[in-house]
């Protein structure tokens, strides 16, 4: 009789924790895409969560120079110190950008969009990497409001780490903020 009721008990212990215990999917730690002027900029760095620690980065789409320009950037301060980056920055030069636009993330020239990210090793040492012809990605405008002054969008792109020559993937991107102009 004890045998059984160590073993339903051990059963049931088993059955309690096995949802608990499983590691949640990084994808569900992002804030949600939303369109809304939440205030938020986020990816993951191959396969980790950065998630801007202010609401109030760096968001523009300005006409300058006969030109358009965009810009936006996040930092994630838990990433300094790392191999991972600690900001994320998309942009165009002299490109339009449009709601429901998907633009491809190259190289920083006039008359096109890219993405980098910043790299800080050491108070002495910080470095950067951004896309070019080998290393691209997309930039989706899901939300482009003039009255209201919203911009939301989502990405993804590769770059070159600027130390290990690596790959580093930055996926699942996000965003959902007021621009200035």
């Not at 994808?27 to 949600?32: E, M, R, S, T, Y």
């Not at 910043?118 to 950067?128: H, M």
Request: with cysteine; glycine share 10%.
């Amino acid at each position: 009789m004890k045998k059984l009721l160590l073993i339903a008990l051990t059963l049931s212990l088993y059955a309690c924790n096995s949802d608990d215990d499983k590691p949640q999917n990084p994808v569900d730690q992002l804030p949600k895409a939303t369109q809304t002027g939440e205030g938020t900029f986020a990816c993951l760095v191959d396969g980790k969560p950065f998630i801007a620690d202010n609401p109030y980065f760096n968001c523009y789409y300005q006409y300058v120079d006969e030109g358009w320009y965009f810009g936006i950037h996040g930092i994630d301060e838990s990433f300094e110190g790392t191999l991972f980056p600690d900001s994320i920055i998309l942009g165009t030069t002299k490109k339009k950008i449009s709601e429901g636009g998907v633009l491809q993330l190259i190289e920083i020239s006039e008359g096109n969009a890219s993405g980098g990210g910043g790299f800080t090793f050491s108070i002495n040492d910080s470095q950067s990497s951004s896309t070019n012809q080998e290393y691209t990605g997309e930039l989706t405008i899901t939300k482009l409001d003039f009255e209201s002054y919203i911009v939301s969008g989502t990405f993804w792109f590769d770059i070159k780490h600027p130390v290990t020559g690596d790959t580093t993937k930055i996926r699942e991107g996000r965003f959902d903020t007021f621009f200035i102009m």
